[in-house]
């Protein structure tokens, strides 16, 4: 490791706030990229879970009035 | 064997029309491209943070460049991926171009801004400000722009299939002048001050240093890769919701006893 | 395809106020910064020729805001597309007749702006002609985003944010022209890459227009 102690790394003799500033705003930027699409998606397929529940539902209740009809 | 490649190769260009059949294959593409990324970003971070040796001129302000060239670099691909895809969607009214596009411009836009950032925090230590006339500094702000017209563009357009010709349109052309602006830009730029530090001089850096870019590099083309191809998933599950297959893919497994017995 | 030209040129000819508007406001701008700047006065501050090219690119963004517009309403923009036999032709027709009322006309009145800006009259000849080769590119440039923007109800920030990046060459090469011809050296060397800019958008431009012009007819 270039650094001896973890203190060496923070500050990186003056520079350590510009680079930890950088990579900082890098994994915010990733994260917020990566976490945008996953939420995204997640509120996606539980719509489209949600609608298939609610047509099998229906499909359940004319079945059921049918067999009401029949019997 | 020739005849064999194109009628696969044409085989394919026909499948790439149908949204289901890209949703299917991408799925294990998003989640390899998703682990590389993850395990490359973390290797280049750590080796480019703690192992690599300073730069002697600047210090240790240089691991910036870690972060700011791969985003530079990625941003100016995905660009390049747009003009491509809006050409395939504007010649063969392909539905997956405008899904691409849209897919690839928020990432893109983010990128970018997120190279300019990162290219101006590594300038106030290396050259005393946090903007440089520098001509590639200039030319990505130009690129970000083009970025947003296109952005702002398919906001103001209502009509999807007009939104897409449009924004095909404006990113090809986006894609045409990205060069020329590149080239007038550094030609007025030399003229002014001579060319400052170059940043990505790959050959004159020793190999323990451009080794760890490097993987920064694979590893930011990874994200983009899985972050573009599961936008791509969720704008196609968005578009093809009411198609049949996208219900069967989500079909209740089976309904809830309890709801039944109420009826 | 002349009476083509010659209906271009009535109906222009007929809606004055989109010609001379642009200009009143390049020259009342160009007021504003020889007022405003002390340097402007005696003309050889190196700002002048960068002012001056940016205005030419604001106003010929406003003149280009309302090229379609016309026909787009009347709805002659669809008989051009559908009548036309040569696409290319018909619309580098309506292009040029529209860098006729733009380009062209604020060239003529470079002298007017030279005096304003207390420029030697030896500079006007040179400006006027890196004018006459730089205006095409900004006309057809702009011409595919006013395509485009055609069908918004409020296009014209639209049209900006998305033309104005690609002015950026001729925005360079031109002003480094007109602040070379200004300190009396030669400008040979820009005034090749702005002719090279006009040519090339001569070639590219029109297909692209065409094409927004087809997307934007749908939109009405």
Known sequence: MYFSTIGELI??????????????????????????????????????RWRQEVAALQQQQTNNTTEQNDS | MSGSVTASLKQLWHKLGSPRWFYQITRNWVRGFGVMAAVLLLVGCIWGLAFAPPDYQ?????????????????????YLGMGVAGFIGLVWRMKLADVAIAATLPLGISLTALALFSGSVWGRPTWGSWWEWDGRTVSTLVMLFLYLGIYALREAIAEADLRARAAALVSLVGTVNIPVIKYSVEWWNTLHQPASFTLTEKPAMPAEMWLPLLVMVLGFYCFAGHNVLSRMRLEILRREANTRWVAELFAAKSVPASITKES | ?????????????????????????????????????????????????GIFWVLILLTNLLSLDTMFRRDFDSGALEQMLISAHMPFVAVLLRIFVHWLSSGLLMTLFVPLFGLLLGLQTETFLPIMLVMVVGTPAVSLLGSIGAALTVGFSRGGTILALLILPLFLPVLIFGSACISAAI???SFAAPLTWLGLFSSSSLLLAPWATWAALK??????
Do not use: C
């Open chain 3, 1 to 49: 395809m002349n009476q083509l030209l010659q209906r271009e040129l009535t109906a222009t000819l007929r809606t004055r106020g989109s010609v001379t508007n642009p200009l009143g406001f390049l020259l009342l701008s160009l007021l504003l910064f020889a007022l405003v700047d002390p340097g402007a006065q005696d003309g050889h501050n190196s700002y002048l020729s």
């Open chain 3, 215 to 220: 997307i934007s007819v749908e939109m009405q």
């Open chain 1, 11 to 48: 500050a990186m003799d003056g520079h350590g706030s510009f680079v930890w500033l950088a990579y900082g705003t890098t994994v915010l930027v990733l994260l917020v990229n990566l976490m945008a699409t996953r939420l995204a998606t997640r509120k996606q397929e539980s719509a489209l």
């Open chain 3, 183 to 185: 300190s009396g050296l």
């Open chain 2, 58 to 78: 600047q210090g240790n302000s240089f691991r910036i460049m870690y972060v700011h060239v791969p985003a530079a670099m990625v941003s100016q691909s995905l």
